[in-house]
Antibody, heavy 126, light 107 residues
Framework: EVQLLESGGGLVQPGGSLRLSCAAS????????MSWFRQAPGKGLEWVSA????????YYADSVEGRFSISRDNSENTLYLQLSSLRAEDTAVYSC???????????????????WGRGTLVTVSS | DIQMTQSPSSVSASVGDRVTVTCRAS??????LAWYQQKPGKAPNLLIY???SLQSGVPSRFSGRGSGTDFTLTISSLQPEDFATYYC?????????FGGGTKVEIK
């Protein structure tokens, strides 16, 4: 059974930093591209960032480009999201997700996600 | 960026009703569209991928149609466990984008 467990959220002041982790199990982690999403309280889903299975290709939403950094440690089956220069509008539940198939996003329609974690809450407030 | 517009934003329906949700893309995305179901406090659940392919384990009362810019998700006979929010997501181009969601409520 695929399991994704996020951690690392919390309360942080504007301009601060945080590192989120997503521990994966139940599948061959390095064979799948992964992504981070977020959902602000009472709002819809928003894509944040994605990474290929090998970690060599990364993608970011314009709203976080230059402030967030995605990475993965395939030896530890863990996905990371480094958040910096945080703003109030970054307040959300952050979730990791596994693509349905494949290690890259180079195939048409590959960015579809069949397993999601429950998320970790990041609150940016003074 | 590709904009995804879902309608309606909410719908009230009864058990046994047929419910259809529409998603429109701002440009041609071929068949690269997914539908997800999300219940309060829970992770999204993939229902449909590639516009019309049913994800393994998803009941056959869920179906998807469309290509290009116009897509639909249909629940043929609404069940109590189907009351939730539904999102479409385009998988054609980064940045990935979602529709605003459709909340299916009990009538």
């Amino acid at each position: 059974e695929v399991q994704l467990l996020e951690s690392g959220g919390g309360l942080v002041q504007p301009g601060g930093s945080l590192r989120l982790s997503c521990a994966a199990s139940g599948f061959t982690f390095s064979s799948y591209a992964m992504s981070w999403f977020r959902q602000a309280p009472g709002k819809g889903l928003e894509w944040v960032s994605a990474i290929s299975g090998g970690g060599g290709n990364t993608y970011y939403a314009d709203s976080v480009e230059g402030r967030f950094s995605i990475s993965r440690d395939n030896s530890e089956n863990t996905l990371y999201l480094q958040l910096s220069s945080l703003r109030a509008e970054d307040t959300a539940v952050y979730s990791c997700a596994k693509v349905r198939t494949g290690a890259t996003f180079l195939v048409w329609g590959s960015a579809i996600f069949d397993s999601w974690g429950r998320g970790t809450l990041v609150t940016v407030s003074s | 960026d590709i904009q995804m517009t879902q309608s309606p934003s909410s719908v009230s329906a009864s058990v046994g009703d047929r419910v259809t949700v529409t998603c429109r893309a701002s440009q041609d995305i071929s068949i690269w569209l997914a539908w997800y179901q999300q219940k309060p406090g829970k992770a999204p659940n993939l229902l449909i991928y590639s516009a019309s392919s049913l994800q393994s384990g998803v009941p056959s009362r869920f179906s998807g149609r469309g290509s290009g810019t116009d897509f639909t998700l249909t629940i043929s006979s609404l069940q109590p466990e189907d009351f939730a929010t539904y999102y479409c997501q385009q998988a054609h181009t980064f940045p990935l984008t979602f529709g605003g969601g459709t909340k299916v409520e009990i009538k």
